[in-house]
């Protein structure tokens, strides 16, 4: 299967603080990307849609001007936490989407990033 | 709104004990139904898309299954390293994926 790598894996930071998570696809290009979000013992919530290229899109709730996303090539989106919050703290996940013929398709997901806001 | 719903939250099982997960959902205009294995602290690994009714996929002890309001992952003969949370997730309109909240699985020696 396709490999979707994240970095960095773990990041302590203090509150107020900006924080950058990468996201690559190594083996293949990504026009669509996604970043999730997972609490303790809770599933994963999608956060936005990026798109290279475009401007992400963003789920009810979550704050474009917090988390900024960039998906300026096909291999590579960015999410950037902007003055993290303790209330920021989780797991947060990109996927990279691969479509086949007849529409069929996956999303791959990567090994996640453990954000820890003090 | 897509909802999907995942039972047992979790199941203890003998090695060699198989069973089924169950996964029921609702999502308006499904273009794929996936199933994740995920290990603690890890990203979700993928396993299958079904994209229709009656459509089955097999990977080594896993099966999964789908009907037009659920889909089952079957666990035949399980070993210790099945152990993990399996997700289910629905594609419909929109381009993300909606999750249930996953089966946490433990299979005893």
């Known amino acids: 299967g396709a490999v979707v790598s994240q970095h960095p894996s773990r990041v302590i930071c203090k509150s107020g603080t900006s924080v950058k998570i990468e996201c690559r696809s190594l083996?293949?290009?990504?026009?669509?990307m996604f970043w999730y979000r997972q609490f303790p013992k809770q599933s994963l919530m999608l956060m936005a849609t990026?798109?290279?290229?475009?401007?992400?899109?963003?789920e009810q709730g979550v704050e474009k001007d917090k988390f900024l996303i960039n998906h300026a090539s096909l291999t590579l989106s960015t999410l950037t936490v902007t003055s993290a919050h303790p209330e920021d703290s989780s797991f947060y996940i990109c996927?990279?989407?691969?479509?086949?013929?007849?529409?069929?398709?996956?999303?791959?997901f990567g090994p996640g990033t453990r954000l820890l806001v003090l | 709104e897509d909802q999907v719903t995942q039972s047992p939250e979790a199941l203890r099982l003998q090695e060699g004990e198989s069973s089924s997960l169950n996964c029921s959902y609702t999502?308006?205009?499904?273009?794929?139904l996936f199933w994740y294995r995920q290990d603690p602290g890890k990203g979700p690994e993928f396993l299958f898309t079904?994209?229709?009714a009656g459509e089955e996929k097999e990977k080594e002890r896993l099966k999964a299954t789908l009907t037009k309001k659920e889909s089952f992952l079957h666990i035949t003969a399980p070993k210790p390293e099945d152990s993990a949370t399996y997700l289910c997730?629905?594609?419909?309109?929109?381009?993300?994926?909606?999750f249930g909240k996953g089966t946490h699985l433990i299979i005893q020696p």
């Open positions: 083996d293949f290009q990504a026009t669509t």
């Open positions: 997730a629905g594609r419909g309109g929109a381009d993300g994926l909606t």
């Open positions: 999502v308006s205009g499904l273009r794929g």
């Open positions: 996927s990279a989407r691969v479509v086949a013929g007849g529409g069929k398709e996956t999303q791959y």
């Open positions: 079904l994209y229709s």
């Open positions: 990026s798109n290279e290229g475009s401007k992400a899109t963003y």
